[in-house]
């Protein structure tokens, strides 16, 4: 079978190799691959700058946002043969640590877990792949290939999920008004996910034609370029990771107001800050910030239901170029207009 592989740390060391079929040992379940979105995290691995082969391998096949249909499975599994399905990117840690012993692996205190196309296992870039049953998500078959999106959308269904927790703090913590920077797949999923939960929504991004500021609109978004005036939102979903944007949501936030930061910044630049300031507006307007990073099952699940229930002729927007195997390169480019961009198994 054909796999997408790289060897980490070994800039542009991508190529699309003939592999054996995935072992027994990576799960009970065999999917056929139909799609496989590109992320940054998968740049940045063929970039040379992350991620992890498995040990005693020197490639490592990349990819963790799947989508495939089910092939084999034992009986009374949870999935049958057929079912349209993705599967969960993290595992916990041998240990485990108590976050991964109570399932919440995203929140893993040793660092000692294993992620799918990222940290010492392969991933679901290939034409076969196995899972474990309990790390499958059956998708809506109505979804069809925009299931592809189920990956991104779970990460910010976790955000949304904390933000819920974090503010029930206080009874009378009543948030109205969200604000989300970053018009990308995982900003526009998170304005996605803020409006089925009712929020007056803002989208923030740099984005002045082409498809972002009309996606947003269509969900019922104010869209902001440049400037975020006298805007003071109850809650932030940060995807960018500019530092420049983080720094200013942090000034524009209500009092009792929450900041979640999804976006990874690169890092290697400094800012100026008034850091007492910013302390001082903080702790006398309570209000918090937090960083999130991956789901676990909950949270795939919560967004499997958020995308069955949204619009599919909006979902279908959000993916912007479908490329075949044949020309399986230009997945890996990023272009102007790009939104969410999908290497296409279906015909393999």
């Not at 069809?144 to 189920?150: A, C, I, N, Q």
């Not at 269904?157 to 109205?176: C, E, N, Q, Y």
């Not at 979902?315 to 480019?333: D, G, M, Y």
């Amino acid at each position: 079978m054909r796999a997408f592989t790289v060897i980490p740390g070994h800039p542009n060391s991508i190529s699309l190799d003939d592999v054996p079929p995935p072992p027994a040992n990576d799960g009970a379940v065999v999917v056929r691959a139909l799609a496989l979105g590109i992320c940054g995290t998968d740049r940045e691995i063929i970039a040379g700058r992350y991620g992890w082969a498995p040990p005693g391998q020197a490639r490592l096949i990349i990819g963790h946002e799947s989508l495939g249909r089910v092939e084999e499975a034992p009986a009374g599994c949870g999935v049958n043969p057929g079912d349209l399905v993705a599967g969960i990117v993290r595992r916990p840690d041998p240990v485990p640590c108590p976050a991964c012993a109570a399932g919440e692996w995203d929140m893993c205190r040793n660092g000692l877990y294993t992620e799918r196309g990222i940290k010492q296992r392969n991933g679901y870039g290939s034409e076969h792949f196995r899972v474990e049953p309990d790390f499958l998500i059956a998708v809506d078959p109505a979804l069809e290939t925009l299931g592809v999106l189920l990956e991104p959308t779970s990460v910010v269904a976790k955000a949304w999920d904390h933000v819920g927790r974090i503010g029930g703090r206080s009874a009378a913590w009543k948030p109205r008004v969200a604000l989300i920077t970053g018009a990308g797949p995982v900003g526009l999923l998170a304005a996605l996910l803020g409006s089925q939960l009712g929020y007056e929504l803002h989208v923030f991004d740099r984005a002045t034609d082409g498809p972002k500021p009309d996606l947003a609109r269509a969900l019922g978004a104010t869209y902001h370029i440049g400037d975020l005036g006298t805007l003071k939102p109850d809650v932030v979903i940060e995807c960018t990771g500019a530092g420049t944007v983080v720094l200013d949501v942090l000034r524009h936030t209500a009092p009792d107001g929450i900041v979640c930061l999804t976006g990874v910044s690169s890092g290697g630049r400094t800012i100026k800050l008034d850091i007492g300031g910013l302390n001082r507006e903080m702790v006398l307007e309570n209000h918090v910030v937090f960083g999130s990073v991956n789901a676990n099952r909950r949270h795939y699940r919560a967004a499997a239901e958020a995308l069955a229930k949204a619009d599919k002729s909006w979902l279908s927007r959000l993916i912007t170029r479908r490329v075949p195997l044949a020309r399986w390169r230009e997945a890996f480019e990023q272009r102007p207009g790009d939104i969410k961009v999908v290497a296409d198994f279906s015909g393999a």
